[in-house]
């Protein structure tokens, strides 16, 4: 077998979202190709991925992520939490790019490129 998609026999991932399940398969699959493509091991490759992906997750989730936002002279960071970022990823801001942002409850809302928003917990201000 060559790929993993909806004919392989993988158990479903529970409890994992599309995005992850998707990561998982990716990874199953190059892991796939750089054993040398040895079949019959579509399970094997299936759970050494879903382990690394795991744990991946479970490293990213432990680290604190924050953006900073400049708005009339008071530089505010705003962290986030990767699990719960809708796919944000660092660098989807440029420095001194604009970007809307709007403030609620010891919240900042910023508006992401793709229309999202990325949510934060305001940690830190500071005039």
Excluded at 18 to 37: D, H, L, P, T, W
Excluded at 39 to 64: C, F, G, T
């Amino acid at each position: 077998m060559s790929k993993f998609d909806q004919s392989t026999s993988i158990p479903p991932t529970l409890g994992l979202s599309a995005e992850v399940r998707e990561a998982i398969r990716r990874r199953a699959e190059e892991i796939y190709e750089n054993s040398g493509r040895i079949p019959h091991r579509d399970l094997q490759n299936w759970a050494l991925a879903e382990d690394e992906i795991r744990l991946e997750l479970a490293a990213r989730s432990a680290r604190k992520y924050a953006v900073v936002v400049s708005v009339e002279g008071i530089r505010y960071v705003g962290e986030y939490d990767w699990a719960l970022a809708d796919g944000y990823n660092p660098g989807e801001f440029a420095a001194g790019d604009p970007v809307r942002v709007r403030f609620n409850s010891g919240k900042m809302f910023v508006q992401r490129p793709n229309g999202r928003q990325l949510e934060t917990t305001i940690v830190h201000q500071v005039s």
